[in-house]
C-alpha cells in the first residue's frame, strides 16, 4: 500500500513539514516519492533539488519533475489528477485562509479531492519543523 507516493509542492514556501511528512510516509513504506513543482522559478528549482538530496541521502528513493505551467492557477488541480493516475497517495500542504478569501479564491487541495480516486493527505501549514529531515 503506497508504494507510490506524489507531492505536489511548492518550494517558493516553507515546505519542510510537507517535505519531512512524505520522507516519514515513504521510508516506512519503502515507496518510491515523486515530488511536482509547476513553475520556472530557479530558486524554487534549487530548493525543489536540496530537498530531493536531503531525502535521497537518508534513504529514500526520491524523484522530482517540474514543468514551466503557463495555465491559470485554476488549472492546477486537473493536471496533478492527470499526473496521479499512476500513484497510490498525494500528499499535499494546504495554506488556511480566512472566509473571505476562500470564498473568492479556489482551494488546491478542496479541487483535487474532488478530481481523484485515490487518497489525498493534506499537511497544513500550521505545523512546526525547524530542520528538515532531523
Do not use: W
Amino acid at each position: 500500500m503506497f508504494q507510490k507516493i506524489l507531492v505536489p509542492i511548492n518550494p517558493i514556501e516553507d515546505q519542510d513539514l510537507l517535505v519531512k511528512t512524505a520522507y516519514n510516509l515513504g521510508i516506512e513504506r519503502d515507496s518510491e516519492v515523486k515530488f511536482v513543482y509547476f513553475g520556472d522559478d530557479p530558486k524554487a528549482i534549487s530548493q525543489l533539488e536540496f530537498y530531493i538530496e536531503k531525502c535521497t541521502q537518508k534513504g529514500l528513493n526520491a524523484s522530482y519533475y517540474f514543468e514551466k505551467f503557463v495555465g491559470t492557477k485554476e488549472e492546477i488541480p486537473e493536471k496533478i489528477a492527470k499526473i496521479s493516475e499512476e500513484y497510490d497517495l498525494v500528499i499535499m500542504g494546504h495554506l488556511k485562509y480566512d472566509k473571505i478569501y476562500r470564498f473568492v479564491h479556489q482551494s488546491t487541495a478542496s479541487d483535487l479531492i474532488n478530481l481523484v480516486t485515490i487518497p489525498v493527505m493534506i499537511i497544513p501549514d500550521s505545523g512546526e519543523c525547524h530542520l528538515i529531515l532531523d
